[in-house]
């Protein structure tokens, strides 16, 4: 692993692909040139914006929330197989080591969830924190939007769930514990890999599997309803941690589940081809082959229902060991069973939905 002299340790993209919304880039043809070119500068850069809205309709009928918020874009958590890599693109950067070292900053994203609340056409159903980029990564620990945005919906008494792989959530237990007791809130941890060889460069900067596995302990112990998130499942280097990682969880008090199966869109083929065989050149032939088994030759398939399930003989058997160890772990609860009864808005004594 990680045997390239140039290596960005640290990082989990070591490439900046092009982006292919700009009609003019500079690019390093050769690395022998001398001009004004210089190397990417891995450390992270924060950018605050004035954001126009926070809460967006999820249109995708398959992934499992209707609405989400994210208050920051961008990630330092690095995940190589990342699909909010693409999006950063329509920020004019890189979906690789832009997306890590430029986190946006939603200042007013608080404000803006109020503003949203008020409104008289909304009517609540739970948003998903993290539905794109994860509410918990570094930068939180210095902004504290997450925090903010989970009072104000405390305040409204608006359901919410949220998927992090970051134990910095446990900074927020009280908060969770408050509306938990309202079942205003659910948590899913996402879990990949309790290889920490595997973790530290597909994942470089997140914590660590039994760290993930605390979050859920701590937190169902405080009456927050825990579940775990398999995903990406990836062939030939994760998919055999799938039962160990299912019972630990739910022995951890997880209740519920969910997995993907990994495809690479857009620029995410790049990133990952390039990982895979600088991280793990003695397998990265088997691994690749076996994801475009699984997509009909490709590594994407963006057809609805099917492309973070995959299709064939490798993706039907994450898929039945997946089914298999939900019910011999007791991982079949219902992830969105919140409460959207109790929303109110400030100076209202309450209101029937």
Not at 317 to 324: A, G, H, I
């Amino acid at each position: 692993m990680e045997n390239e002299e140039n290596y960005l340790k640290g990082r989990g993209a070591q490439i900046n692909p092009r982006n292919r919304f700009l009609k003019n880039e500079k690019i390093k043809d050769q690395i022998e040139s001398i001009d004004d070119w210089t190397e990417p500068n891995p450390k992270t850069v924060y950018i605050e914006d004035h954001a126009k809205g926070i809460v967006n309709k999820v249109e995708s009928p398959d992934v499992g929330m209707m609405y989400s918020m994210n208050p920051y874009q961008g990630c330092e958590h690095g995940c190589i197989y990342c699909y909010a890599r693409n999006s950063f693109e329509y920020w004019g950067w890189s979906a690789g080591i832009d997306f890590e070292t430029k986190i946006v900053i939603k200042k007013n994203a608080p404000d803006l969830l109020r503003k949203f609340l008020m409104n008289p056409k909304w009517e609540p159903v739970p948003i998903s924190l993290s539905g794109n980029t994860d509410c918990y990564q570094p930068a939180e620990k210095k902004f504290k939007l997450t925090r903010q945005l989970l009072e104000v919906c405390n305040q409204f008494n608006q359901p919410v769930g949220i998927i992090t792989k970051n134990a910095g959530i446990l900074r927020d237990k009280d908060l969770l514990q408050d509306m938990a007791k309202r079942n205003l809130v659910s948590v899913l941890v996402s879990i990949t890999s309790f290889e920490e060889d595997l973790r530290r460069v597909m994942e470089p900067r997140t914590t660590t599997g039994k760290q993930r596995l605390k979050v859920i302990e701590e937190l169902s112990k405080e009456g927050v309803r825990m579940g775990v998130m398999l995903g990406p499942m990836i062939p030939g280097l994760n998919d055999h941690e799938m039962q160990r990682i299912m019972k630990a969880a739910s022995e951890a008090g997880a209740v519920f589940s969910a997995y993907t199966f990994i495809r690479l869109n857009g620029a995410i083929k790049l990133l990952f081809h390039d990982w895979i065989y600088k991280n793990f050149p003695d397998r990265a032939d088997k691994v690749w082959h076996l994801i475009e088994n699984a997509h009909d030759g490709k590594v994407n398939d963006s057809r609805y229902g099917i492309r973070m399930r995959g299709e064939g003989p490798i993706a039907d058997l994450v898929r039945q060991q997946f089914r298999k160890y939900n019910k011999i772990y007791g991982l079949n609860a219902e992830r969105w069973n919140l409460d959207s009864n109790q929303f109110r808005r400030p100076g209202e004594q309450g209101k029937l939905f």
